[in-house]
């Protein structure tokens, strides 16, 4: 066996052929210590998996719930708006908390906005809002007046 001379290289080791000297092979052609096993094979579908699930709880799953949120702060504060406007329509004092004007507001908002979407436009969506909200209101403190004891009503209602 020869020696490579000056000027040549001993390529056979990095899987070029004979015929061509710098001809670069893929490694499956070549080098059959690099070729992927089962287990390999495996492990790479596994990561490529994984990767996917990543993407999409990044791209799919995380603006889904942050929109999902953006809509219930929201709803909470046009509940809490039309709530107040359906106190402001109910006379006299109610003593109902926060929580039951978002609660009342929320429901005028949904049922009043199915009813005006049904009827009409804009301004008519948001009239019968905040009067189902009112109404709601009005049913919340009849509600509440008679689960009071007959003695702390007498004296919630002042002189």
Do not use: K, N
Not at 25 to 33: A, E, H, I, K, L
Not at 127 to 136: C, D, H
């Amino acid at each position: 066996m020869q020696r490579p001379g000056v000027g040549e290289r001993h390529d056979r080791s990095l899987g070029a052929s004979r015929r061509f000297p710098r001809e670069i092979r893929p490694f499956s052609q070549g080098v059959s210590s690099l070729r992927t096993t089962g287990a390999r094979a495996i492990y790479a579908g596994t990561v490529i998996l994984a990767v996917f699930v990543v993407l999409i709880v990044f791209f799919v799953v995380l603006p889904l719930a942050g929109v999902a949120l953006w809509w219930l702060i929201s709803t909470a504060i046009v509940g809490l708006v039309v709530g107040a406007l359906g106190r402001l329509i109910v006379p006299g004092a109610q003593r109902i908390g926060i929580m039951a004007t978002i609660g009342c507001g929320l429901a005028g908002s949904l049922v009043g906005g199915a009813i005006g979407r049904a009827v009409g436009g804009r301004l008519v969506t948001i009239l019968i809002e905040v009067g189902v909200a009112a109404a709601a209101v009005a049913v919340w403190e009849t509600v509440e007046q008679r689960r009071l004891p007959a003695s702390r009503r007498a004296i919630d209602s002042g002189p």
